[in-house]
C-alpha cells in the first residue's frame, strides 16, 4: 500500500493525534506504524487512567505516570530514537502541576506534597 494512503490518525477519548508522515519517511520506520499507534493508544489509555484517579491516590499516579514514562521510552525506540526522557512532556500528565519541564515542589506526582510523598524523579530509567 502507497505510504501517503495509510491511516496515521490516533482516535482516543482522550486525545486525537495525527502521526507525522515525514518522520515515518525520515526515520524509515513505516514498518512499525501499527507498534506505534498501539503505542500511543496504550500511552492515551494510561492517561485516561490518571485522569479519572483522584488526588489522594498519590501513589497509584505515581506508578501510572510510571508507565507513561515507559510509553514514551518505547515510542522512541519505535520511532528508531534513542531513549532520552529530555524528549518527554510529563508536564502535561493529569494531575501534574509541574511547570514544562520543572518538577514543582508541590505536584503530587513529581515533587514533595508532605513530608509523607516521596520526590519520584521521571527522567530515571524505570
Not at 515507559?70 to 509541574?98: I, T, V
Not at 513530608?115 to 524523579?121: R, V
Amino acid at each position: 500500500m502507497n505510504n501517503s494512503k495509510k491511516d496515521l490518525w490516533i482516535r482516543h477519548e482522550y486525545e486525537k493525534i495525527k502521526l507525522s508522515s515525514d518522520l515515518f519517511d525520515k526515520m524509515d520506520c513505516w514498518d512499525n506504524l501499527e507498534l506505534i499507534k498501539s503505542l500511543h493508544y496504550s500511552r492515551l489509555d494510561i492517561l485516561l487512567k490518571m485522569e479519572a484517579t483522584l488526588h489522594f491516590h498519590p501513589a497509584t499516579l505515581r506508578k501510572l505516570a510510571k508507565e507513561a514514562t515507559e510509553m514514551e521510552y518505547k515510542l522512541q525506540e519505535a520511532w528508531g530514537f534513542p531513549r532520552d526522557s529530555s524528549k518527554h512532556y510529563w508536564s502535561d500528565s493529569p494531575h501534574c502541576n509541574c511547570f514544562y519541564k520543572t518538577v514543582s515542589d508541590n505536584c503530587i506526582i513529581h515533587g514533595f506534597v508532605d513530608k509523607g510523598y516521596l520526590f519520584i524523579d521521571m527522567h530515571e530509567s524505570v
